[in-house]
């Protein structure tokens, strides 16, 4: 037996015990004719102390960091204890030893704040997974996953594995694809996600699936962003949104209560996609804090029946706004006091590239009462006070306006209202607030290819009130400027994202089930019959065959996780992440291959 206790278990309760520790040297110090060793594993550290004997027999055979050791000895008190480990009141008096492997001098030391950098740490991951600060990143994985499971278990719901070697039907992402030997010249790809199968599995009755799966996805690796990356999958049978809404936010709940001991009793607050646009810029709104925007242009963008309050800023001969596609604005509480070199800082950071404005606009709403702005020039201080009220702001805050193309002016301003909330500490990592968005678009517009791609997914159903509006006009965009008249534009689907602190955590939608239907969203996508039968035939054969309807949706789990750990990162709570360039620079993988596997698979490189 190489041990009898862990480094994390011992206490003063068992003094006098004889034990066998096993475990990784974190450090030695020699005091005179003693020597005291930490010895770590992955429950804790323990105390070892060697006394004059065996320190002598240390003095020709040193152990060194991360050498891994088995000692036995007895549990003593501590005559110096230690009040930050759990095992700190006591220490193991060392009677025989031996060394059960040395280690090279690892790179960078194995501590909480380590002096290696990220790409060291990632080519030396093994060692980096030694960290406690890793170690609890999956731990809380870990117990996400097992909160997740417990909770469908209990609801009936059933984990059914899928294929990862499937047919690549592009449809949003690109596919990662598989080479396969034993049919030369064809190709499997790695699945985006489940989709069609768990939607298979509704057609054969197993009417609660789940899976916790790797999902692939070959695309320009925005911050954050993996190529494989792992989905908590659902789907369930005879279901109607309001079903999956509620069903889902239990399992949210659930994972707060069980991983972070969180009562989580109030009822998720919901949101149409048209509101969070319109109120925050953004569908994935944080809602931590206030400070909706203020539209004072309507946007082109389709909004059933928003009012824009343009009047506010008509008539005032400042060309910068009369001339902008948007205008819009937001109240930050408490900062009307900001000095000259404030606001010019912000205006800088909204010039940055990566926000793209031309400049930034700001009224003090001064706490004597007092109205102070950059465009004081154009604006009475009746009018600024009229902006300032329409923004929701009081006496002390300060308003900020930007103005410009549409598009990049709400990007920015929800960029900026997330900036100031956080500048302001009211971003709190141990503050969850959940969302639901609702009543996405069924279409989004491809510039490109002047065409309407599904803005979730081909297979999610259209309001069921508009399902006519979408069978009865012809797709064609004549007028590609105009394309927001196109009457796909207003078409909104039964879809729904899940929102946490401003991150999009779960998506998914109530599907299409009959084969009529779903060959005229095919077709209203641009795919003609033959295209719909090769990607999507084994589908369309099914629907045929008695399909219920159903329902689903996926939550991000490395992204859950990440967000119930406190960190940005979601690298941090996967045990071999790849690098932001999507490689895994501890394999050195992607990397070539011999050539006699290209002979086998018939395969010749065209290297451009
Ligand atoms: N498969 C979808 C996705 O990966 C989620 C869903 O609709 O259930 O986004």
Known sequence: MYRTHTCGELRLEHKGTNVTLAGWVQTVRKFGAITFVDLRDRYGITQLLFGEELNKVLEDNPLGREFVIQATGTVSERSNKNPNIPTGDIEILISSFQVLNKSAVPPFTIQDDTDGGDDLRMKYRFLDLRRNAVKRNLELRYAVNRAARNYLHQQQFMDIETPF????????????????????????????????????????????????????????????????????????????????????????KSIFKDVKGIDYTEAVQRMTWEDAMWQYGNDKPDIRFGMQLLNLKKPATVYSDKTDSAALINGADFKVFDEAETVLAIAIPGCSEYSRKQTDELTEWVKRPQIGMKGLVFIKCNTDGTYKSSVDKFYSEEKLKAIADAAGAKAGDLVLILAGAEERTRKAISELRLEMASRLGMRKDDEFKLLWVLDFPLFEYDEEGNRWVARHHPFTSPKPTQIETMINNNPVIENAADYLNHPYASIKANAYDMVLNGNEIGGGSIRIFQRELQEKMFAALGMDKEEQLHKFGFLLGAFEYGAPPHGGIAFGFDRLCSILGGSESIRDFIAFPKNNAGRDVMLDAPATIDQKQFTELQIKLDLK
């Open 165 to 252: 070697l499937i047919k690549s039907t592009p449809e949003g992402a690109r596919d990662f694809v598989v080479p396969s030997r034993m049919n030369p010249g064809q190709f499997y790809a790695l699945p985006q996600s489940p989709q069609t199968f768990k939607q298979l599995l509704m057609v054969s009755g197993y009417d609660r699936y789940y899976q916790i799966v790797k999902c692939f996805r070959d695309e320009d690796l925005r911050a954050d962003r993996q190529p494989e990356f792992t989905q908590i999958d659902c789907e369930m049978a005879f279901v109607e949104q309001e079903d999956i809404l509620n069903m889902f936010e239990g399992l949210i």
